[in-house]
């Protein structure tokens, strides 16, 4: 029996791509986030099921590789599959094709399903009407290692701070996960992105954000060339954490 796969296809528009006409990462995600939302519909466990029941999914960790660069234009292809869920994670994969051939991203992506009321996290199992024998269980990334290292405020370098306001929302009330990409790459400059190609990039989602609060973002280079950019709240929480590997 062949394994269930989702495919929508996208053409690259003038607002979807950065100063140097490519694909931004925030849109990227964003592309992930409607093909995941397409597929869960087309599943039968999307809005439709989740919103009369007062749960909604979330994602809390994404993880991408970039391989050929999307530029304006383009048609893409992006194909993803869900697989089949841990005690309270639901994992997710894609892969996005430009011209339907050549393979430019490989992603993978983590999400939880919360009770909207409590915002307690739920067991998979609260989703019963799906068969798991019919899931592909291909991994993209085997082995991957999800912990993102982390360092105090006091430890990196302040790039900007941010007042979140209404149009960073979405409909679960909380910041949309696509804006902390922006974010994270607003920590650094024009001339320094200029020069470097993002390669791959993780993010984990620690803590929410609510309207009024500031976000202060830090910088923070590894040893192995990476950098490190995180968020923290008013009170000096850790509220998103993110790496990513460029090459010149």
């Known amino acids: 029996m062949k394994k269930y796969e989702h495919n929508k296809d996208f053409l690259i528009k003038y607002c979807d791509v950065d100063f140097k006409d490519e694909l931004k990462l925030s849109t990227t995600l964003a592309y992930l986030e409607e093909v ?19 749960y909604a999914f979330i994602v809390s960790n994404i993880y991408c590789e970039f391989l050929q660069p999307i530029v304006i234009g383009d048609t893409i292809r992006i194909k993803t599959w869900p697989t089949p ?24 992506s983590r ?5 909207r009321n409590t915002m307690k996290i739920l067991k998979s199992d609260m989703v019963e009407n799906q068969d798991y024998s019919t899931y592909n269980t291909t991994k993209l990334f085997d082995g991957l290692r999800w912990k993102i290292p982390t360092f105090t405020a006091e430890e990196g370098e302040l790039k900007f701070t941010l007042k979140i306001a209404n ?37 984990s989602y620690v803590k929410q954000v609510r309207e009024n609060e500031t976000l202060r973002f830090y910088r ?7 950098y490190l950019a995180h ?10 954490q993110s790496q990513l590997w460029f090459e010149e």
């Open 36 to 54: 995941a939302c397409s597929s869960a519909d087309e599943l039968g466990f999307g809005y439709a099921f989740v919103k009369p029941r007062g």
């Open 85 to 108: 869920p841990s005690h309270v994670v639901f994992g997710r994969e894609y892969q996005i094709f430009s011209g339907n051939t050549e393979l430019c991203v490989n992603a993978t």
């Open 111 to 115: 999400w939880c399903l919360i009770d």
């Open 167 to 203: 149009s960073e929302y979405d409909h679960n009330m909380h910041v949309n996960n696509t804006r902390y990409a922006d974010y994270c790459l607003n920590c650094f400059s024009i001339d320094e992105l200029s020069r470097m190609k993002l390669k791959r990039f993780m993010i």
């Open 220 to 226: 923070k280079k590894l040893a192995d060339g990476s």
């Open 231 to 240: 968020g923290f709240n008013d009170n000096g929480e850790l509220v998103t």
